[in-house]
């Protein structure tokens, strides 16, 4: 079974420059997430979908940061305008919807962004 | 809110002897915890889950952990090291937006564990 997929693997911009990153889930899961890891701590949630809805983006700083899965599979995550302090590894994860306690979270290998 | 300690930065051990991994959490009610494991350039993976079935639970690579309600703590051990554990471990509680079974995943900072020959 197919990872999840995520390109590009590593950015290098300036600061106030725009950037995109990609991610395709695995087939057949709804649930899909991105995560900031920023170096020396754990990944933190910007944004949840569910198909192509979105569950929460409550973290996410929505001034600067866009996300969208218009088809409900692949997804993009937006910086524009790009500030120092977005130096990190985003990270996107997948999950099914059963009627279980908790759906394992299936994470891709990231996009690690350095901003100059 | 949920919330998880990782009491340990960086933890080194050597080959064969036992790993501990330390863990406290902060939850309002009953958490359901984790256990991921980090290699360098490579995603991360579940190594296991505890969601109020048996305290004392198992997971891959031969890694287990324990719930301990009395001590808010969820460590990780493993018996004996292999130079293959070398990654960084994050200790993770589910925060269940709306009560529902789509629960967020909280992270702690992370331990790096080296693994000496």
């Known amino acids: 079974e197919a990872g999840v997929a995520q390109s590009p693997r590593y950015k290098i911009i300036e600061k106030r420059q725009s950037v995109a990153f990609w991610c395709n889930p695995i087939?057949?899961?709804?649930?899909l997430y991105w995560y900031q890891q920023i170096l020396g701590q754990g990944p933190k949630l910007l944004i949840q979908f569910q198909n192509n809805g979105v569950v929460d983006d409550s973290q996410l700083p929505k001034d600067r940061f866009s996300a969208e899965r218009l088809k409900g599979v692949d997804s993009t995550l937006k910086i524009q305008p790009a500030k120092l302090e977005d130096s990190a590894v985003y990270l996107c994860?997948?999950?099914?919807?059963?009627?279980?306690?908790?759906?394992?979270?299936?994470f891709g290998p990231g996009t690690r962004l350095t901003v100059l | 809110a949920q919330s998880v300690t990782q009491l340990d930065s960086h933890v080194s051990v050597s080959e064969g002897t036992p790993v501990l991994l330390r863990c406290n959490y902060s939850?309002?009610?009953?958490?359901?915890l984790f256990w991921y494991v980090q290699h360098p350039n490579k995603g991360l993976q579940l190594l296991l889950k505890?969601?109020?079935?048996?305290?004392l639970v198992k997971g891959i690579n031969g890694f287990e952990a324990e719930f301990k309600k009395s001590e808010t703590s969820f460590h990780l051990t493993k018996p004996s090291a292999h130079m293959s554990d070398a990654a960084e471990y994050f200790c993770v509680v589910s925060d269940r937006v709306g009560g529902g079974s789509q629960g967020n995943l909280i992270f702690g900072k992370g331990t790096k564990l080296s693994v000496k020959p």
């Open positions: 994860a997948s999950s099914l919807i059963t009627g279980g306690p908790y759906n394992e979270q299936f």
């Open positions: 939850s309002s009610y009953s958490p359901s």
């Open positions: 087939s057949g899961h709804a649930t």
């Open positions: 505890y969601t109020s079935a048996a305290t």
